[in-house]
């Protein structure tokens, strides 16, 4: 079964301190990943994708995140964390199939301490 | 991008009534949509997928009775949530598929419904 994983329920992280939100998938094919978060009571802001071509892919509000297919992972990072970056963090895949559906991750909240 | 509204934001009812709720992509077409249920501190769960001019195609262990789906027009679907219980409570998010040149889901900003 398609699957994709987000090992950590939560990140705790210190403000100005690089951080790392894991995403891992089984999926096959090519399928295009996806980073989102999610303020409380809202819905999805869209962060990055990666479709095709350079691994590393750099997004919205200085988040980035590296596309390793050797390890099937989509891992979310950004070089200095702010506190505002305090919200939940979805990885969603779209195989490639035609159907256009999202596999999510189980969601990482984020937590960044001043 | 492409921006996608939700009608209303929140919303309380009483049991048994029935409670309509509309996204709509403001800015482009949307051949396909989604519907999604969200619990609190949980992930989202797809409830269904609607198809313009088509009947929706429901997620094993959705309700279609109880929950229909319209998309009658390539910017608009509607959720109805029908005799509405206390554990219909939830979030609700809609997404639109934006096509080429995009590839990607744009999300509605969600719906939340208290049924009393």
């Known amino acids: 079964a398609q699957s994709v994983a987000q090992p950590e329920d939560q990140v705790n992280v210190a403000e100005g301190n690089p951080l790392t939100v894991k995403c891992t998938y089984s999926?096959?094919?090519?399928?295009?990943l996806f980073w989102y978060v999610q303020y409380p009571n809202r819905g999805l802001q869209f962060l990055l994708k990666?479709?095709?071509?350079?691994?590393l892919v750099k997004g919205s509000y200085g988040f980035e995140a590296e596309f390793n297919k050797s390890q099937t992972s989509f891992h979310l990072k950004k070089p200095s964390a702010l506190v505002s970056d305090s919200a939940l963090y979805f990885c969603?895949?779209?195989?490639?199939?035609?159907?256009?559906?999202?596999?999510f991750g189980t969601g990482t909240r984020l937590k960044v301490l001043a | 991008g492409a921006v996608v509204s939700q009608h209303p934001s929140r919303v309380i009812c009483k049991s048994g009534t029935s409670v309509k709720i509309e996204c709509r992509s403001l800015d482009f077409q949307a051949t396909t949509m989604f519907w999604y249920r969200q619990f609190p501190k949980q992930s989202l769960m797809l409830m269904a997928t609607?198809?313009?001019?088509?009947?929706?195609?429901?997620e094993q262990g959705v309700e279609k009775d109880k929950f229909l789906i319209n998309h009658a027009s390539l910017t608009l679907s509607t959720l109805t949530v029908t005799s509405a219980h206390p554990e219909d409570s939830s979030f609700y998010i809609c997404s639109a598929w934006g096509g080429a040149p995009y590839n990607e889901q744009f999300f509605g900003p969600g719906t939340r419904l208290t049924v009393l």
């Open positions: 609607s198809n313009e001019g088509s009947k929706a195609t429901y």
């Open positions: 990666y479709i095709t071509g350079d691994n």
């Open positions: 999926v096959s094919g090519n399928p295009y």
């Open positions: 969603a895949v779209s195989p490639t199939s035609g159907t256009y559906k999202y596999i």
